[in-house]
């Protein structure tokens, strides 16, 4: 009996562990450069603004739940790019 309580007490432990070290990794998990800095949720117009203003032109953005898809063209060439709202950072650039 006391074997196997204390072998559940190691186990639950080594799980909360992993599990803990598995949430560590998630939360510092560098999502990309920052797009617009702000503590509050960035809006459509926000993103807009910010784009227009790097040169970007036939810019179209779709919301995807907390994300932006922005396609457009900048210097000429067809770019898209994700931007998380919540953050305000890049997650995805075509760029790269």
């Not at 800095?37 to 739940?65: C, F, Y």
């Amino acid at each position: 009996m006391n074997r196997a309580l204390v072998c559940g007490l190691v186990g639950g432990l080594v799980g909360a562990l992993l599990g803990g070290g598995v949430g560590i990794l998630i939360a510092t998990e560098d999502e990309g450069e920052i797009f617009i800095a702000s503590d509050q949720p960035i809006t459509v117009g926000q993103a807009q603004e910010k784009l227009r203003s790097e040169g970007w032109l036939n810019i179209h953005v779709m919301e995807q739940g907390r994300y932006l898809e922005v396609t457009g063209a900048k210097d000429g060439r067809p770019r898209k790019i994700m931007v998380d709202t919540l953050t305000g950072r890049l997650i995805a650039d075509d760029d790269d």
